[in-house]
């Protein structure tokens, strides 16, 4: 009898414009394998332009797994996709350091939040993208920009009394 051996897949979801992909188990080579074949399946049948990959379950990555994650953001990239891996955990980052290992042109963040704000280039269309920034400027100096509107208010109403004044004397 032939044993079937049966890789566990990982749940991916779509949001915010981004593929993610939360690893919470520990990874083996097959597995990494596989998970990178169904990226880049997703990424190819979608057109997404975002992935992120969320490590913060895993304790190790070793050298191979690595190198799959690395060469996996290139194969996404040749397919239009940028990818940002999340989560690494500090000794995660000690061993990939000793193994003298570099994620070359492969974005790291602490959070998912922060890959997301990594992406948002990428993801948004150029119209959302200028109403964030608008609106992150607001949060961040919620009086210049409140401020400004109503001195522009009384700077027009200022003008507008001071002609109103002239053509009245004007008539007299």
Known sequence: MKEEVTLSKVAMYVTRGCLVVPIQVELHDELMLQIQEDILERVNKTGIKGVIIDVSGVA??????????????????????????????????????DLDFEL????TAISLEQGFLILAPVVAPDEELEEADEL????????EGDGEDEQDE???????????????????
């Not at 009384?154 to 007299?172: C, F, L, Q, R």
């Open 60 to 97: 190790i990555i070793d050298s191979f797994l690595a190198r799959v994650l690395s060469d996996t953001a290139k194969m996404a990239s040749l397919l239009g996709a940028k990818m940002v891996i999340t989560g690494l955990a500090p000794g995660v980052v000690a061993s990939l350091i």
């Open 104 to 107: 070359k042109d492969v974005p």
């Open 136 to 143: 992150e400027e607001k949060i961040e100096h919620p009086e």
């Open 154 to 172: 009384t700077d027009k109403n200022g003008e507008i009394e001071a002609e109103e004044e002239e053509s009245d004397n004007d008539e007299e």
